[in-house]
């Protein structure tokens, strides 16, 4: 994959039914985590004797079964195998990654990769570029969104069920290199030919930053990756620059990587010298206790940050010091509640090892690590239990309780338990929700109508200013005929009643990708957020943030 996107997936459609796809929301989860930076590992000193009996009984086994045992195995399998089940006594985020995943695994937090620089989509077994990015190596080259992607160096990659993974491994290389591709276009006959110079690409964790009217900013960050604060410091410093005096930061869907990244977010918004995070370990050799340290550039004015189950770790870092502070207000759902901070270990086969080496813990002394006492299984059916619970719709009563009551600077109640819990809860929204809708994401139909849309309309939208666009652009209903027929063609089975239930939201979220395919996330996220209940209820809580800014309630 050129650009780190599981599909469209982590863009976030609100309430849209490929949001909620659990096993890569966990899966990015556990990965991603809290980092810190790995340091030198020495011998146990706890129990050394105990480790070097278990260590030689290991080896013994091993060496056993290599020369004895009467079928061949691959023993480097078989260790692997032994590692990653032992681990699973400890905690939910101690992970063992081998060699040959460990690329994979850190791509996700690298502030840059070397490709052709593309974002694309799997859709109808080809792929499709949605969109070359603005100064890479392929807009250079004359890709352009709806270009369908059928051969990489001669090799067929349509039809042959392709995933992000195989389209990852061809389309990087190393800077400099060559890469051939042919293309289908549409009104062109011939497969187009173009060849491609790999060219470092950045990678943007801060998704989209724009003005919503003329005292409000609004920024989305996705992930604490190495480039994570630069970018949103260019962005807050913009906004500033514009005239913002009010900030909704966005971290719905975000599952953290690099504390250091959320501490220095959260230092900008957090007068003096005030507690950010503090993290306790075994003994005190990984404690530590951080404070507010440089003048921010936003230290006063409204703040609003929206959070969801998706937010974890380093998000949680941020919201629970901006609470605790007093210096926000949370808007949206309980977080994931991942308070555990991870020490990558290079092991000399080229695998690693991510430790739990310590649990972080919000100025007012919450843990926000959620149980896991039930084993990996059933923590990662949490958000499983949620859903089937009723806690999307209405807050979880049993967690607010005295036990769990903690009080921020200025005296106002929190709760441990698990996650941040928000100031202002909004229940996912699900009356224009339907499987019919479902289907549709599902088989890829409104983005590849929208491509094709913006395809055959280019010229006129392009020379449409964004401002124009979203006041006087409508999606008729002609155009929502054409998006069922297309969806019949994909085999998907028309239902007039979800049909109807999902038609305003439907006719939002096409207008978006339109948009997006002309403006960038600079268009897609001001349309989109026009049906977003939590951003809609992060505006109107704004001027409750401001009284919360002046030490009111």
């Known amino acids: 994959m050129d650009r780190m996107e599981h599909g469209e997936e982590r863009k976030g459609i609100r309430n849209s039914p490929f949001q909620i796809k659990l096993p890569l929301f966990i899966a990015v989860a556990l990965v991603v985590g809290v980092l810190i930076g790995a340091t030198t590992f020495s011998p146990s000193t706890t129990n050394p004797q105990g480790t070097a009996k278990s260590y030689l009984k290991f080896r013994d086994i091993l060496s056993y079964i290599d020369r004895d045992y009467v079928d061949t195995v691959d023993i480097e399998e078989l260790s692997d195998y032994a590692i990653t089940k032992m681990l699973e006594k400890l905690d939910p985020h101690t992970a063992y990654i081998p060699?040959?995943?460990?690329a994979m695994a850190w791509s996700y937090l690298e502030g840059d990769f070397e490709g052709i620089g593309v974002e694309f989509n799997i859709f109808n077994d080809t792929i499709y570029?949605?969109?070359p990015l603005s100064g890479g190596p392929s807009e250079a080259a004359g890709i352009q969104a709806g270009d369908k992607i059928i051969k990489v160096d001669g090799e067929t990659v349509a039809g042959i069920g392709i995933t992000n993974e195989g389209v990852f491994k061809r389309l990087r290389g190393p800077k400099g290199s060559e890469v051939n591709l042919t293309v289908l276009r549409d009104k062109t006959k011939a497969p187009m030919n173009f060849t491609i110079v790999r060219n470092k690409i950045p990678t943007n964790s801060v998704d989209v930053s724009y003005m919503v009217d003329a005292n409000t900013g609004y920024i989305k960050v996705s992930r604490f990756s190495a480039n994570t604060f630069e970018e949103f410091k260019q962005a807050l410093t913009e906004l500033r620059r514009k005239g913002m005096q009010q900030l909704i930061l966005d971290l719905r869907g975000n599952p953290g990587g690099y504390m250091d990244h959320a501490i220095r977010m959260a230092d900008e918004f957090i007068s003096g010298k005030k507690l950010i995070v503090y993290t306790d370990g075994k003994g005190d050799k990984y404690d530590s206790k951080t404070l507010a340290s440089t003048k921010?550039?936003?230290?006063?004015g409204a703040l609003v940050v929206l959070v969801d189950e998706g937010s974890a770790s380093a998000s949680e870092i941020v919201a629970g010091a901006l609470q605790d502070n007093d210096r926000a207000l949370i808007v949206g759902r309980r977080s994931f509640g991942k308070g555990l901070v991870q020490m990558p270990i290079p092991l000399n086969d080229g695998s690693e090892l991510r430790l739990t080496i310590s649990?972080?813990?919000?100025?007012?002394?919450?843990s926000i690590q959620k149980p896991y006492t039930e084993g990996a299984?059933?923590?990662?059916?949490?958000?499983?239990?949620?859903l089937e619970n009723g806690e999307l719709f209405h807050p979880d009563s049993s967690l607010f309780v005295d036990s769990l009551r903690y009080e921020t600077l200025g005296g106002r109640a929190v709760y441990g338990g698990g996650g941040i819990m928000p100031d202002v809860f909004v229940a996912q929204d699900t009356t224009e929700l339907s499987d019919y809708l479902s289907q549709l994401y599902n088989k890829n139909v409104i983005r590849e109508y929208t491509l094709n849309y913006y395809s055959n309309h280019r010229?006129?939208?392009?020379?449409?200013?964004f401002e124009k666009f979203n006041k006087n652009f409508r999606v008729t209903d002609a155009m929502l005929q054409e998006v069922v027929q297309l969806a019949r063609s994909a085999g998907v089975d028309y239902n007039d009643a979800e049909f109807r239930r999902s038609k305003n939201l439907l006719r939002n979220n096409v207008k978006a990708f339109i948009a997006r395919s002309v403006y960038g996330n600079e268009g897609f996220y001001p349309v989109l957020h026009e049906s977003d209940d939590e951003f809609q209820q992060a505006l109107r809580q704004l001027s409750r943030a401001q009284r919360l800014s002046k030490g009111g309630a």
């Open 99 to 102: 060699a040959d995943e460990l």
């Open 129 to 131: 570029v949605i969109s």
């Open 296 to 300: 921010g550039e936003f230290e006063e």
């Open 359 to 366: 649990r972080y813990y919000t100025p007012s002394g919450r």
């Open 377 to 386: 299984e059933e923590y990662q059916m949490d958000f499983m239990h949620r």
């Open 459 to 465: 010229k006129e939208l392009e020379a449409m200013p």
